[in-house]
């Protein structure tokens, strides 16, 4: 394949601004992350003394030495739970994402319980909601480690409720389609939560810790004046000796967790981890590169190729119809080994770019090759010529083809996605397999000042047509309101925030990132679970 030869000249004044904005960037997000294991771990003393190892601990035990772990949304409700975002502990109450469980690629949940006692908050849910869809569209065995107050009753909301019950679904959906479900409750499961416990396929207790009832001592002497110990209503050695809820009683957390770890061990799972069809090779270009490459100004023009030139095997990039609809930039890669097919942009998207990319999908899809999406475009293209074009019809096609393709497609957010540029490069509406942001990545419908600008000409328009004249300082003050409100919510932090991605990345690690989920991709489609008319059910 042709080489990508890097555009970057490392030194130069704009090299090392944008390298800075990166880094800047960066240090924010590992502050962010930062505040949410400080909080957790600030429960060390109190779970010592109990006997109990922090959430993030038994995470470590959990999973297999030195096996990567890809941990996901860490920046889920950022800003949501207390005014100052500086102050703003992220997470969701939950820790998610995808490793390795005695040699078995899962998908892990653990409740971090080390903060609000595990209580789920309102963006946990989605963030739980997501794992267990990444689960079920990666055919991945599901691990949680439970301990959870339930849902916030302080920040109680109706749909919240009901929603949840989703969950409960996705667990028993996860059973029947052959994937099994393995659960350690290391505290409280209550109410709902019990149905945590309920619905896995393998339930390993912890003596005198684990609690699992419907309802707790309070509400069940509130409900119908009975009393009863939490022992009795919900204890580990009940439920292994009596309710049969419970498959395994361990005596301590370390205990549970090596049951899990045997259980996955034990069981016959397909253990498709095969290397790559080809070897990987390093690019050609240094990954501190991806530093720089993206401009601090966003208004600066950027060649997407450079970021190709830093993840691909070797450098190599195979150009596909290079001539026609150029800023539509479509191609073959190699990444970690594994055949990948690149669309991105150099400019907004024109009807030839349009039609570019959706042959481009078709050929992709015929030889069941991914297809990974780096966005960084303004749109697709406006005015009379493209209008009178087809640029609709265009586009719409476009967007036919990312909605229906039939191999995995992954989305990396680099810079901007604005408008219907985002639909038509797979962004999170269109339910990519996995879907990532750099931290300088910026998400709306169109950009700050274009917006500003619209609203006040059809603001000035209306005053004119009232009162004979325009107000301008009102029209200025209305365009920096609209200018600062996009620029806070098309932040990444916002963004991300509200779980519009699976995770926030460092552009150094993208290639490893990439390589990861694309070896997840063709694991699950070698993978064949034995599907059953209903979940596993206990007696």
């Given at each position: 394949?042709?080489?990508?030869?890097?555009?970057?000249?490392?030194?130069?004044?704009?090299?090392?601004?944008?390298?800075?904005h990166m880094?800047?960037?960066?240090?924010?997000?590992?502050?962010?992350?930062?505040?949410?294991?400080?909080?957790?771990?600030a429960?060390?003393e109190?779970?010592e003394?109990?006997?109990?190892?922090?959430?993030?601990?038994?995470?470590g035990?959990?999973?297999?030495?030195?096996?990567?772990?890809?941990?996901?949304?860490?920046?889920a409700?950022?800003?949501?739970?207390?005014?100052?975002?500086?102050a703003s502990?992220?997470?969701?109450?939950?820790?998610?994402?995808?490793?390795?469980?005695?040699?078995?690629?899962?998908?892990v949940?653990?409740?971090?319980?080390?903060?609000?006692?595990?209580?789920?908050?309102?963006?946990?849910?989605?963030?739980?909601?997501?794992?267990?869809?990444?689960?079920?569209d990666n055919?991945?065995?599901?691990?949680?480690?439970?301990?959870?107050?339930?849902?916030?009753l302080?920040?109680?909301?109706?749909?919240?409720?009901?929603?949840?019950?989703?969950?409960?679904?996705?667990?028993a959906?996860?059973?029947?389609?052959?994937?099994p479900?393995?659960?350690?409750?290391?505290g409280?499961?209550?109410?709902?939560?019990?149905y945590?416990?309920g619905?896995?396929?393998?339930?390993?207790?912890?003596?005198?810790?684990?609690?699992?009832f419907?309802?707790g001592?309070?509400?069940?002497?509130?409900?119908?004046?009975?009393?009863?110990?939490?022992?009795?209503?919900?204890?580990?050695?009940?439920?292994?000796?009596?309710s049969?809820?419970?498959?395994?009683l361990?005596?301590?957390?370390?205990?549970?967790i090596?049951?899990?770890r045997?259980?996955?061990?034990?069981?016959?799972?397909?253990?498709?981890?095969?290397?790559?069809?080809?070897?990987?090779?390093?690019?050609?270009?240094?990954?501190?590169?991806?530093?720089a490459?993206m401009?601090?100004?966003?208004k600066?023009?950027?060649?997407?190729?450079?970021?190709?030139?830093?993840?691909?095997?070797?450098?190599?990039?195979?150009?596909?119809?290079?001539?026609?609809?150029?800023?539509?930039?479509?191609?073959?890669?190699?990444?970690?080994?594994?055949?990948?097919?690149?669309i991105?942009?150099?400019?907004?998207i024109?009807?030839?770019?349009a039609?570019?990319?959706?042959?481009?999908?078709?050929?992709?899809c015929?030889?069941?090759?991914?297809?990974?999406?780096?966005?960084n475009?303004?749109?697709?293209?406006?005015?009379?010529?493209?209008?009178?074009?087809?640029?609709?019809?265009?586009?719409?096609?476009?967007?036919?083809?990312?909605?229906?393709?039939?191999?995995?497609?992954?989305?990396?957010?680099?810079?901007?996605?604005?408008?219907?540029?985002?639909?038509?490069?797979?962004?999170?509406?269109?339910?990519?397999?996995?879907?990532?942001?750099?931290?300088?990545?910026?998400?709306?419908?169109?950009?700050p000042?274009?917006?500003?600008?619209?609203?006040?000409?059809?603001?000035?328009?209306?005053?004119?047509?009232?009162?004979?004249?325009?107000?301008?300082?009102?029209?200025?003050?209305?365009?920096?309101?609209i200018?600062?409100?996009?620029?806070r919510?098309?932040?990444?932090?916002?963004?991300?925030?509200?779980?519009?991605?699976?995770?926030?990345?460092?552009?150094?690690?993208?290639?490893?990132?990439?390589?990861e989920v694309?070896?997840?991709?063709?694991?699950?489609?070698?993978?064949?679970?034995?599907?059953?008319?209903?979940?596993?059910m206990?007696?």
């Open positions: 394949m042709p080489v990508v030869e890097s555009l970057l000249a490392p030194g130069s004044a704009a090299y090392n601004n944008n390298r800075a880094l800047g960037l960066l240090e924010r997000l590992r502050a962010c992350e930062a505040r949410t294991v400080a909080a957790s771990a429960a060390r109190r779970f003394a109990r006997g109990q190892l922090l959430p993030r601990d038994r995470l035990l959990l999973l297999d030495p030195g096996a990567p772990f890809m941990e996901m949304s860490t920046l409700g950022l800003g949501m739970d207390k005014p100052d975002p500086n502990v992220p997470g969701g109450g939950i820790i998610t994402g995808i490793g390795f469980v005695s040699g078995v690629r899962c998908m949940l653990v409740s971090d319980a080390g903060i609000d006692a595990g209580a789920l908050q309102p963006m946990g849910l989605d963030k739980l909601l997501r794992a267990q869809e990444m689960a079920l055919r991945l065995p599901y691990v949680q480690l439970v301990e959870s107050a339930g849902a916030n302080m920040a109680y909301r109706v749909e919240d409720f009901i929603r949840g019950g989703s969950t409960f679904r996705n667990l959906r996860l059973s029947a389609a052959g994937l479900v393995v659960t350690v409750t290391h409280s499961s209550t109410a709902g939560g019990a945590q416990t619905l896995s396929d393998y339930v390993v207790l912890i003596r005198g810790k684990s609690r699992a419907l309802a001592p309070p509400l069940l002497k509130a409900a119908t004046g009975e009393v009863a110990t939490e022992e009795e209503l919900g204890g580990a050695v009940m439920h292994t000796h009596v049969g809820l419970g498959d395994y361990a005596e301590d957390d370390r205990d549970g090596r049951m899990a045997d259980i996955l061990a034990g069981m016959d799972w397909p253990r498709h981890t095969t290397p790559p069809p080809v070897p990987p090779r390093a690019p050609r270009c240094d990954a501190e590169g991806l530093l490459i401009p601090a100004d966003p600066q023009p950027v060649d997407m190729r450079q970021v190709i030139a830093h993840i691909a095997d070797d450098s190599d990039f195979l150009p596909f119809g290079e001539h026609f609809g150029g800023a539509t930039v479509c191609g073959h890669i190699r990444l970690g080994g594994w055949a990948l097919g690149v991105t942009n150099n400019g907004p024109d009807s030839a770019g039609n570019k990319a959706t042959h481009f999908i078709a050929a992709c015929q030889s069941r090759t991914p297809i990974l999406y780096l966005n475009t303004t749109g697709f293209m406006v005015g009379k010529e493209h209008e009178q074009g087809g640029i609709i019809k265009h586009g719409s096609k476009m967007i036919q083809a990312v909605t229906n393709a039939t191999v995995p497609q992954i989305t990396l957010y680099c810079g901007a996605s604005f408008g219907a540029g985002n639909y038509g490069m797979c962004g999170r509406g269109f339910a990519p397999r996995f879907c990532f942001s750099w931290p300088n990545a910026r998400t709306a419908v169109m950009g000042e274009q917006a500003a600008e619209t609203m006040a000409l059809v603001t000035a328009a209306a005053m004119q047509r009232k009162t004979g004249q325009v107000d301008t300082e009102k029209i200025a003050a209305l365009k920096a309101g200018v600062e409100r996009f620029e919510q098309m932040s990444v932090f916002a963004t991300s925030a509200l779980l519009l991605d699976d995770g926030v990345i460092d552009p150094r690690d993208t290639r490893a990132v990439l390589a694309l070896a997840v991709c063709r694991e699950a489609e070698a993978r064949t679970p034995q599907r059953l008319s209903f979940g596993v206990r007696p």
